[in-house]
């Protein structure tokens, strides 16, 4: 009983405190800091910064198999922790910490993984993470994240974000555009262009196309010489996302060079890839939820189509990966003000400490059967076949 309640004191002070940081991706110092600093106090090792990443980090505890991955995330949007990370990285505490103490063989690693929301340098640290073998020693990861109803299971688009930065040459637009060089033009036809790819794109590939105009001039009667595009692609594979994106930089290229202006292409974060689920483990959570008399949604069994990205879906395709969806709300859209207030750990706490309980159940499981472990495997490989 003491050890309950230490594990609950632990999770909910980590919840409000990361709740109150509420810091931008790339920038979590003080989240990242106080969840290194709770793992080291219980005896984990610690890496930081990780992969050349500042407020990443991997901690250990434990030796032998099985190696079982703990995926935290802990920052948060311009409005706050309106996506509930404050309520991931306390639940990827808490489960660690539990089977830190149920461990007698085996390891546990919890990875810190920072910018999932695509902000900074660290943006989608899982696949920065994935493109470097961090996670070609681990068994299996277990992901989580807040929602308005009760899942196991995902589903991801894969996902590219790109800015495109036209330079032209300013000029007096009535007295002499023509010594001018206009970059609104070309981002304002490369706009029209791109989003007359969609008649191009299959619909079987669920495609999306997001745009913003970040910078387009600084006064209606001076040619404009810099303007500032944003791009947002997706698509349900990666393969196809690649090509698609491939056309969309040399289709804003050729626009470029027809108005004469210079053309810088940034990519804005490593490619988010779709999702490989595990049925497997997902099954586990589901009965472990029903023996709680809950009833998740299996996302694996649905046939509705992706309608997000993460770059968890990075991790998926290199170790297999299970994920459960924690309640915290009823029909809340995501990134609202009405998730940030439902993700408030006074308001969390009971179906938090049940995720972690849950979660730790199918590990521990998973741990004391081998049979689990490489029915867990084999099905990751026959992707591969």
Same mark, same amino acid.
């Given at each position: 009983?003491?050890?309950?309640?230490?594990?609950?004191?632990?999770?909910?002070?980590?919840?409000?405190?990361?709740?109150?940081?509420?810091e931008?991706?790339s920038?979590?110092? @003080?989240?990242?800091?106080?969840l290194? @600093?709770?793992?080291?106090?219980?005896?984990?090792t610690? *890496?930081?910064?990780?992969i050349?990443?500042?407020? #990443?980090?991997?901690?250990?505890?434990? /030796?032998? &198999?099985p190696? *079982?991955?703990?995926?935290?995330?802990?920052d948060?949007?311009p409005?706050?922790?309106?996506?509930?990370?404050?309520?991931?990285?306390?639940?990827?505490?808490g &489960?660690?910490? @539990?089977?830190?103490?149920? $461990?007698?063989?085996?390891?546990?690693? =919890?990875?810190?993984?920072?910018?999932?929301?695509g902000?900074?340098?660290?943006?989608g640290?899982?696949?920065?993470? #994935?493109?470097?073998?961090?996670?070609?020693d681990?068994d299996?990861?277990m992901?989580?994240?807040p929602?308005d109803?009760?899942?196991?299971g995902?589903?991801?688009?894969?996902?590219?974000?790109?800015?495109f930065?036209?330079?032209? @040459?300013?000029?007096h637009?009535?007295?002499?555009p023509?010594?001018?060089?206009?970059a609104l +033009?070309a981002? =304002?036809?490369?706009?029209?262009?791109i989003?007359?790819?969609?008649?191009?794109i299959?619909?079987?590939?669920h495609?999306?196309?997001?745009m913003v105009?970040?910078?387009?001039g600084?006064?209606?009667? =001076?040619?404009? +010489?810099r303007?500032?595009?944003?791009?947002?692609?997706?698509?349900n594979?990666s393969?196809?996302?690649?090509?698609l994106v491939a056309?969309?930089?040399?289709?804003?290229?050729?626009?470029?060079?027809?108005?004469?202006?210079? $053309?810088e292409?940034? /990519?804005?974060?490593?490619?988010?890839?779709? !999702?490989?689920?595990?049925?497997?483990i997902?099954?586990?959570? !589901?009965?472990?939820?029903?023996? $709680?008399?809950? %009833?998740?949604?299996n996302?694996?069994?649905?046939?509705?189509?992706?309608n997000?990205? &993460?770059?968890?879906a990075?991790?998926?395709?290199?170790?297999?990966?299970?994920h459960?969806?924690?309640? *915290?709300? %009823?029909?809340?859209?995501?990134?609202?003000?009405?998730?940030?207030e439902?993700?408030n750990?006074?308001k969390? #706490?009971?179906?938090?400490?049940?995720?972690?309980d849950?979660t730790?159940? =199918? *590990?521990?499981d998973?741990?004391?059967?081998? +049979?689990?472990?490489?029915?867990?495997?084999?099905?990751?490989?026959?992707y591969?076949?």
């Open positions: 009983m003491e050890d309950r309640v230490r594990y609950n004191d632990i999770i909910l002070d980590i919840s409000r405190n990361i709740y109150n940081f509420a931008l991706g920038t979590e110092y @003080k989240s990242s800091k106080l290194m @600093k709770t793992l080291e106090d219980n005896g984990f610690i *890496i930081n910064p990780y050349g990443m500042d407020t #990443a980090f991997r901690a250990e505890y434990g /030796d032998g &198999t190696v *079982i991955g703990i995926l935290a995330e802990y948060a949007l409005n706050g922790h309106s996506c509930g990370h404050n309520l991931i990285s306390a639940w990827a505490i &489960t660690a910490l @539990k089977v830190h103490d149920y $461990l007698k063989t085996g390891k546990i690693v =919890v990875f810190g993984t920072p910018s999932e929301e902000i900074g340098p660290y943006a640290s899982k696949a920065i993470m #994935a493109n470097n073998g961090a996670f070609k681990i299996f990861v992901g989580m994240h929602d109803m009760w899942a196991v995902s589903k991801a688009l894969a996902d590219a974000e790109m800015e930065i036209f330079t032209g @040459k300013a000029a637009m009535a007295a002499s023509c010594q001018g060089i206009n +033009d981002l =304002v036809t490369s706009y029209v262009a989003n007359n790819m969609r008649d191009w299959k619909g079987d590939r495609p999306v196309i997001g105009i970040r910078e387009g600084k006064a209606s009667n =001076v040619v404009p +010489d303007a500032v595009m944003e791009v947002d692609v997706r698509a594979s393969i196809f996302l690649e090509k056309r969309v930089k040399n289709l804003v290229r050729s626009i470029s060079d027809g108005y004469g202006t210079s $053309l292409i940034r /990519d804005l974060m490593p490619m988010y890839t779709e !999702y490989r689920p595990n049925k497997t997902d099954m586990l959570l !589901y009965d472990e939820l029903k023996k $709680l008399n809950i %009833t998740p949604l996302l694996d069994m649905t046939s509705e189509g992706a997000g990205s &993460t770059d968890e990075n991790v998926s395709l290199k170790v297999p990966t299970g459960i969806d924690m309640k *915290i709300g %009823t029909d809340i859209p995501g990134h609202s003000e009405e998730f940030r439902a993700a750990p006074e969390t #706490a009971k179906n938090l400490i049940k995720t972690v849950v730790f159940n =199918v *590990i521990r998973i741990i004391d059967s081998g +049979d689990i472990l490489n029915k867990v495997k084999k099905e990751f490989g026959d591969d076949e």
